[in-house]
């Protein structure tokens, strides 16, 4: 056993010093006994309360574990940005009952035109029944999230900031950057690109740094639309990382790519955009009364690993990458659905002995499949002769239908299949929202729990029952005969033999209830 000194900034820029020891050097342990350490009051305390931190807190309070959220912010963000969620995500919103009331705030675009903003329409007979974009704004779905987590019984605590993590055999224990100290059995850090928590960890995050970055806000003009128009077209045929387009009765988004890549903690002045408008359009557009401006660069970085002991990573805590294509807010919401089940069932003590190690499993690689399809993105962005010649080639190709359908099932995240072992292409992906006697499936997964889909009428869950729900459906419109699907709707098994779902419950469900 040997010593390992973690040295964190605190909000305030102080250095926070910790003493530790580790047997393994991924595994933190605290030099504190037992007796000294403080009471685990919490199970689950959620650094972040973004859509990431706030969509995991309500799946684990589904389950009853004690969450705490908390925030370094003190206010929620102000500037009205929009958001898109894509068709899974639009989904997930569907199994948690939660989409009537983010469909009352978004807008519905059709579901095409994503990848490298090549204007291509979607493709016919998308397997959702919600092939659809939904544009939202962001302090909307995040107050949607969070008000959500909070019905359930999450606690949220803003003006917390992360400053030390600690773990031993027990539990984890964080101190906030004005000293207090907390306790939980499980930390998951859900605290951005800079995240605190993964620097503490000492994970790596490797990849590679912002190369150069856009400025974006919403503005009001001082000149015609038609003239925006004609100016926007002509840059755009060249620069596709530029545009001027409304956003609402007399505001325009404005997105205007920069050379080089300056502090992003500073934001944007309104002389930044119409220095760089002037650069590239040849005017400033009389821009003014800026509602909001922000500043992305490109860096893209994956974390080397998103479990230390007790300690999780997720969303952009474990992943960055350019906004194209809107992936984002996305990956990071089904980061959450994913691990939130597994971690719950690690609480409550049911979960088989692998089950938590799926989370990186599965996830990490489809962070990795992002973070490709980006870069391949902002490569067709480019300006430069190569790269347009090759947007050309792909724009053509995706008038094959197999092209746009695939380059769309990856972005939307509706492509996507786990590897829980050989079978029918069914197996690992999620199942669409397909109708049963009672309604709709997805109605059905609203508590957060798996389902037999039972078309034969003679299978069972049996010691199962608390965890599983089962419905035993011969008119359900679904090509098998039954299936068992995990609480975030991928379809664990297929087949109508007992003994093979029992072991497939045991696999994902662990042992059955006495």
Not at 32 to 39: I, L, V
């Amino acid at each position: 056993m040997h010593s390992l000194q973690f040295t964190a900034e605190s909000s305030s820029n102080d250095l926070v010093e910790r003493d530790v020891t580790v047997d393994d050097p991924g595994v933190l342990r605290s030099p504190a006994s037992g007796a000294d350490r403080a009471p685990l009051v919490f199970d689950v305390i959620i650094a972040g309360c973004g859509p990431t931190g706030a969509m995991l807190a309500a799946e684990l309070r589904l389950h009853d574990a004690r969450v705490l959220v908390l925030e370094k912010d003190t206010e929620p963000p102000s500037f009205v940005r929009i958001v898109g969620l894509h068709v899974r995500s639009i989904e997930l919103m569907a199994m948690r009952g939660l989409l009537e009331r983010v469909l009352e705030h978004g807008r519905q675009r059709p579901a095409g035109g994503f990848f490298a903003a090549i204007a291509k329409p979607a493709p016919e007979g998308l397997d959702s029944a919600h092939a659809y974009l939904l544009g939202i704004p962001q302090p909307v779905i995040n107050h949607l999230l969070e008000e959500h987590a909070i019905a359930l019984g999450a606690q949220v605590r803003r003006g917390c900031a992360v400053a030390g993590v600690e773990q031993d055999d027990e539990g984890v224990t964080v101190e906030l950057a004005d000293g207090e100290q907390l306790r939980s059995r499980y930390l998951v850090g859900c605290d951005g690109g800079r995240s605190a928590v993964r620097k503490l960890l000492g994970v790596g995050f490797p990849g590679e740094p912002s190369q150069t970055e856009t400025l974006m806000g919403e503005m009001e003009v001082g000149v015609p639309q038609e003239e925006i128009a004609a100016t926007v077209t002509e840059i755009g045929e060249t620069n596709r990382r530029f545009w001027v387009r409304p956003a609402g009765v007399g505001v325009y988004q404005v997105v205007v790519p920069v050379a080089g890549v300056s502090d992003r903690a500073e934001p944007p002045t309104l002389e930044d955009f119409r220095r760089q408008l002037r650069t590239i359009a040849g005017t400033d557009f009389g821009v003014h009364s800026p509602r909001w401006m922000s500043r992305f660069g490109d860096a893209t970085r994956l974390a080397d690993r998103y479990r230390v002991g007790r300690v999780l990573l997720a969303g952009d805590a474990a992943h960055i990458h350019p906004p194209i294509g809107g992936q984002g807010l996305n990956l990071g919401v089904q980061d959450a659905f994913n691990l939130g089940w597994k971690l719950a069932a690690q609480i409550r003590g049911w979960a088989p002995e692998t089950l938590l190690d799926t989370y990186q499993a599965e996830r990490r690689p489809v962070a990795a499949d992002v973070l490709d399809n980006t870069r391949a993105q902002m490569e067709l962005m480019s300006p430069e002769p190569g790269p347009q010649a090759v947007r050309r080639l792909l724009t053509e190709l995706m008038d094959f239908d197999e092209v746009n359908r695939y380059l769309i099932e990856k972005i939307t995240a509706i492509g996507i299949r786990y590897d829980v072992g050989d079978g029918p292409d069914l197996l690992g992906r999620r199942l669409r929202d397909i109708d049963v006697e009672e309604g709709h499936l997805y109605q059905l997964l609203h508590r957060g729990r798996g389902l037999l889909l039972d078309r034969t009428g003679r299978l069972t869950v049996g010691g199962w029952s608390d965890r599983v729900d089962h419905l035993a459906d011969p008119t359900a419109v679904l090509d098998a005969p039954c299936v068992l699907l995990r609480p975030d709707g991928h379809v664990a098994w297929i087949g109508d033999d007992q003994q093979d779902l029992d072991d497939h419950l045991s696999r994902w469900f662990g042992e059955p209830a006495t």
